[in-house]
């Protein structure tokens, strides 16, 4: 008799509000016109970006974005440089900004304070070529200075005023580990702001998706490649249950390894889509 697996999908996982705010703009518009042009990825999940092109959504580029004349584009949640606004103005382009309120708040942050402190380093804890990293870089010219790791910290004057920004969807406990480095690294006297401006949608999830990654065997971990918070919750989840699995799509379960499992929990990014993880779910409910 086939072994009956208990398969259960966390209920936290899912879009962020500001995906779900860019997803659906963009299928507003579909369901309006046949085509539509989006400035990168709309959402790191490859899945999610082949059915909404199968809508008649289309992925450009930067490059591609400056050959357009009178027509329409989506920026994605992300946020964009002044620059990218400039273009689409010159070139006489209609945009839907679907850019995400907390990253346009942070982009406001790093400009004031710039204009406030013009000769302090303006650090960003981040990707480095990051679609949010560069609209954040582009808010004061590209003067910032981008962190990945404490490694890059040898970038820094140590000697001169530092405020620390951070990448929206970000490790909490890695960017306290940023701070804490400066600190001791700092010459005395220096001047160190610091602001935590990770989305606490991604933060406040941490503590659950512990707790739920306790309670299976197996934890499928639905995600894009590009994700960065991806990386993050799946590490997340790893830490808590080392038989923690990284899927993007229902191609990548290993059948076997899962049947061996009486209980698994499937749990995802903010950029993972509901409906993918219940394809993924009715999948190994069919084992």
Request: hydrophobic residues 35%.
């Amino acid at each position: 008799m086939k072994k009956k697996i208990k398969v259960e999908i966390d209920r936290g996982s899912g879009f962020c509000r500001g995906v779900i705010r860019a997803i659906r703009k963009a299928e507003r518009e579909l369901s309006e016109a046949d085509n539509l042009y989006c400035l990168g990825d709309i959402v790191h999940n490859s899945e999610e970006v082949s059915r909404l092109n199968r809508r008649g959504l289309q992925t450009i580029d930067h490059d591609q974005l400056k050959q357009l004349r009178n027509t329409t584009v989506l920026f994605r949640a992300h946020g964009e440089p002044p620059e990218t606004y400039k273009i689409a103005r010159e070139n006489n382009i209609n945009i839907i900004d679907a850019s995400c309120n907390v990253v346009l708040g942070l982009q406001q942050k790093i400009k004031r304070a710039h204009e406030e402190y013009p000769d302090a380093q303006i650090v960003i804890f981040g990707k480095k070529g990051h679609a949010e990293v560069v609209g954040l870089e582009g808010q004061i010219g590209y003067s910032a200075i981008v962190v990945e790791n404490e490694q890059d910290l040898s970038k820094l004057d140590f000697s001169r005023r530092i405020i620390l920004f951070s990448q929206t969807t970000k490790s909490l406990n890695e960017f306290k580990s940023i701070v804490e480095h400066i600190k001791n690294r700092l010459q005395s006297g220096v001047d160190f702001q610091y602001y935590d401006t990770i989305c606490r949608q991604v933060s406040n999830r941490i503590p659950e998706l512990k707790e739920f990654a306790a309670r299976y065997d197996m934890i499928v971990f639905v995600s894009g490649k590009n994700s960065s918070n991806g990386k993050v919750l799946f590490e997340v989840c790893r830490s808590v249950n080392p038989n923690t699995v990284f899927v993007s799509s229902i191609g990548d379960l290993e059948p076997q390894k899962i049947m061996q499992a009486s209980s698994v929990g499937i749990c995802g990014a903010t950029s993972t889509p509901v409906w993918l993880m219940e394809t993924i779910k009715e999948n190994i409910e069919n084992y």
